[in-house]
């Protein structure tokens, strides 16, 4: 039936009626007798009168139902460009749906909706940036914007703004256009997301974008699910984007950091308040005129911040952090913030304050983006292998947005390369379309087995539970090669050990000591009285280099925390804290590996000294301190000192950093609410590994010493040391 009636849409006026009979049986004559091919012809034309009797329906984009009872019958619509589009309800394969009467079977439209924009993609191979209607979040269709070039395409517009203020910006269920009234979609709150994209520019233009970057999310959410709190890597009291992949700068094409934890958005607010991050999570999922910072119940404003940002350096931005690029508001202060492009640096200083030769604009427009799904020319868009030619010669080829001709050469740095990952395919037949190229894996879903391709074959490489068993028996074998390791290594120091103390003589200066010298306080007794970084060996178990204060209280001290400026990023992970970093003559961590050692043959003194930013000093002092092998416990003395004891309620505590969670907060790490590494407890009194601040800056994730003068005051050096006590 559609064949004929594409047939007859070919038809001149004057052939109409003859085409009509010869082309259809009398019943379905019957059913377009009052056809009038003068109104036939004026509606394939496009101008069509509402006095015209005829059954051809006019309608807007819904052609209304298409069922039996309706069958054949047809109606003329607008299609995702606005021009009219002539349907017929038509019968496949026992199924009623609408059909073009010109042949064609094109893919988001209305009575044709695309699943998101990544389907639209998939299904028209030269998609274009533009409306499309989609079933993303729902069976009823919704028109949206698709952004079908940048990262691969298959974006959502889902909001825009047309200055740096946040708060004002209201949801409704309309489309967001990309140069229409600024405003939040509400109507897409259950769409599934795996990606998150802003794009920030200087003019209401795309060529004009100075940020624009994306955040993969580890896994999939609901966008009304946006923000959180307290989970993903956002604290207790930081509410923001979590629960990150990695960031990608769309500038650049260039995944810049895989360790970014959150993108704080707000102040924390808790649920039941009815505004802040919450209120935004609850407008993309519902209208809400005012906007995320008014109370729902009041009209009256009660938050001043909310913010969208990313650090290529840090790993976390926004509210009371630094950025490489920002847009919003932080305490009343809204800019939009970037850098060069390229730049990894963070350009963007708390309350909108530029660094590092940042940019901040008042006069900014922003679009933000969703993806609910990869299109398939994400994963095939270059593909590139070796081969090995007369004279082994290695010639490159790439096979270059599905062409299956390859072509001589090698895939741009920042394009998607297939082989970085595994080929998903449902069964046998799919796998044959995969490219043969070398060294690529696939995994086949209907034998649960792992493939990989030589250059003329697959071959199975491992199946679910197998792959398992190998992975199991392949760690115990690393394990035992570790031990082994440490064995011939301690052995070789030992070795070392007895030949260096057999020949070395008594040191004469900090660069000359034998690793016969157990602590810093046996070089003070032997004569030293230069601070500076010396070599110990407290067990014998080898030796490592120590800085030792000779002067402060009697001397004899090994120092293990020194801070004294911005230059190190104390906010690190376990495997940092148990190594050491930093640097002996700067900024450093000794490593509890090392702090261990020190104190486990006797009981020891831990003395910390405090300078603020008016030069201020004091120090604490402890008579006992260790730390247990099993999570580092703090185990203290005595106090004694001028600055208060702030960390008394600490004591008994194993250490917590942001990956490794040893504290009694509250379903909260807090290393991460309070952006350090300490034996919190839930959370804190001092925080002397926490963020290094500016003079004048005041924050308890600061370097803080709570009880030396009651406030949150940041220290501008620290120092903790420990040395024998009886000394």
């Not at 060294?439 to 071959?459: A, C, Q």
């Amino acid at each position: 039936m559609l064949d004929s009636l594409h047939k007859l849409d070919q038809a001149t006026e004057s052939s109409f009626s003859t085409e009509l009979k010869r082309l259809f049986p009398v019943t379905m004559q019957l059913k377009y007798k009052t056809i009038d091919p003068t109104v036939y012809f004026k509606i394939r034309e496009h101008r069509v009168s509402t006095s015209y009797k005829t059954k051809v329906s006019l309608r807007g984009y819904d052609p209304g139902k298409c069922n039996k009872g309706n069958h054949g019958k047809l109606v003329m619509v607008k299609n995702r460009e606005d021009n009219d589009k002539l349907l017929v309800c038509a019968e496949e394969n026992k199924v009623y749906l609408w059909k073009p009467t010109d042949g064609s079977n094109p893919t988001g439209e209305y009575f044709n909706p695309a699943y998101d924009c990544s389907d639209a993609l998939n299904k028209i191979s030269e998609a274009k940036d533009g409306f499309y209607w989609i079933k993303l979040s729902g069976n009823i269709p919704k028109k949206a914007y698709c952004d079908m070039s940048t990262d691969g395409g298959g974006w959502v517009l889902i909001g825009r703004k047309t200055n740096a203020v946040t708060w004002t910006v209201p949801s409704n269920n309309k489309t967001v256009e990309p140069f229409g009234e600024p405003h939040w979609s509400s109507s897409l709150g259950d769409a599934p997301i795996v990606d998150f994209r802003v794009q920030l520019a200087t003019q209401e233009d795309f060529s004009a974008t100075k940020a624009h970057w994306s955040f993969r999310l580890k896994t999939k959410r609901p966008l009304k699910n946006l923000l959180m709190l307290n989970e993903g890597g956002c604290g207790r009291l930081s509410p923001g984007i979590g629960n990150i992949s990695y960031v990608k700068d769309l500038e650049t094409n260039e995944i810049v950091t895989t360790k970014f934890r959150c993108s704080q958005f707000s102040s924390y607010h808790s649920k039941s308040d009815g505004f802040g991050w919450d209120m935004l999570n609850n407008c993309l999922n519902r209208r809400c005129s005012p906007g995320f910072a008014f109370h729902k119940k009041y009209p009256v404003q009660i938050d001043y911040s909310g913010a969208f940002s990313y650090s290529s350096s840090g790993n976390t931005s926004g509210i009371t952090h630094e950025s490489t690029s920002f847009i919003g508001c932080e305490n009343h202060k809204c800019c939009g913030c970037f850098g060069p492009v390229g730049g990894k640096k963070n350009y963007c200083g708390i309350e909108c304050r530029a660094k590092n030769g940042g940019t901040i604009e008042k006069n900014v427009y922003t679009w933000f983006w969703v993806r609910s799904s990869l299109p398939k020319r994400v994963w095939n868009k270059c593909m590139e292998y070796k081969v090995t030619v007369g004279q082994g010669k290695v010639v490159w080829y790439k096979l270059y947005n599905g062409n299956a001709v390859p072509v001589m050469g090698r895939c741009d740095q920042n394009e998607v390369l297939l082989n970085d990952g595994i080929v998903v395919v449902p069964d046998s037949a799919a796998a044959q379309k995969v490219p043969p190229v070398p060294g690529l894996l696939e995994y086949r879903k209907d034998t649960k087995k792992l493939y990989v391709r030589s250059n003329e074959t697959w071959n199975v490489i491992g199946e679910d539970k197998k792959l398992n068993i190998k992975l199991e028996k392949l760690e115990k074998n690393v394990a035992e090669l570790k031990t082994r390791l440490g064995s011939a290594n301690k052995t070789v120091n030992d070795h070392i050990m007895d030949k260096v103390q057999s020949t070395t003589s008594k040191p004469t200066s900090a660069t000359a000591t034998p690793t016969k010298v157990r602590s810093c306080s046996s070089l003070y007794k032997s004569g030293e009285r230069k601070d500076g970084v010396y070599t110990i060996n407290p067990d014998g178990l080898g030796s490592f280099k120590v800085r030792c204060d000779m002067q402060t209280d009697g001397g004899g001290w090994a120092v293990f925390q020194r801070r004294q400026d911005a230059s190190v990023d104390f906010y690190r992970g376990w495997q940092d804290y148990k190594n050491g970093f930093g640097d002996l003559n700067g900024n450093f961590w000794l490593g509890f590996d090392k702090i261990h050692r020190l104190t486990k043959s006797g009981q020891n003194v831990l003395r910390l000294d405090l300078m603020d930013w008016t030069n201020d000093t004091a120090y604490a002092k402890y008579g006992s301190f260790s730390v247990t092998s099993d999570g580092y416990k703090l185990n203290l003395g005595s106090f004694s000192g001028n600055a208060g004891d702030s960390l008394k309620y600490h004591n008994g505590m194993k250490f917590t950093t942001y990956d490794r969670d040893n504290d009694q907060g509250d379903g909260e790490n807090c290393a991460v609410s309070w952006q350090g590494a300490w034996w919190y407890k839930s959370c804190q009194h001092s925080n002397l590994n926490g963020r290094y601040l500016k003079a004048g800056e005041t924050s308890a994730k600061g370097i803080r010493w709570w009880h030396w003068k009651s406030d949150n005051r940041s220290m501008k050096k620290t120092e903790l040391k420990i040395r024998p006590a009886g000394f």
